[in-house]
């Protein structure tokens, strides 16, 4: 079993920054590509950001410039900078990854729970 552990959602002022972190524990032999999704009540979700096991990224247009991912393979996390905040980045932001399990043998999709993400002055 995966445990995907988001973190570092908070209250921010527009133009603020925030630093997520997406944290992978249980039987992992491999982590493969990780995604930022975000979700707003009533709202399909959004790919943010993406980031390859190789360390390759792609960006919604929305957030290009601005957020920038990252991961730390050593840790099992995944990070994603937001720099230069706006009020339409207010969202629950969710982390996807694709873990290859020791006891499965195989790969899956694992979801976190969420981090809450609100910006206003």
């Known amino acids: 079993q995966v445990q995907l552990v988001e973190s570092g959602g908070g209250l921010v002022q527009p133009g603020g920054s925030l630093r997520l972190s997406c944290a992978a524990s249980?039987?992992?032999?491999?982590?493969?590509?990780v995604d930022w999704y975000r979700q707003a009540p009533g709202k399909e979700r959004e790919l943010v950001a993406a980031?390859?096991?190789?360390?390759?990224?792609n960006y919604a247009d929305s957030v290009k410039g601005r957020f920038t991912i990252s991961r730390d393979n050593a840790k099992n996390t995944v990070y994603l900078q937001m720099n230069s905040l706006k009020p339409e980045d207010t969202d629950v932001y969710y982390c996807?990854?694709?873990?290859?399990?020791?006891?499965?043998?195989?790969?899956?999709?694992?979801w976190g729970q969420g981090t809450q993400v609100t910006v206003s002055s």
């Open positions: 996807n990854a694709d873990v290859w399990t020791l006891a499965a043998g195989r790969n899956d999709y694992y």
């Open positions: 249980g039987s992992i032999f491999s982590i493969n590509a």
């Open positions: 980031i390859t096991s190789g360390g390759s990224t």
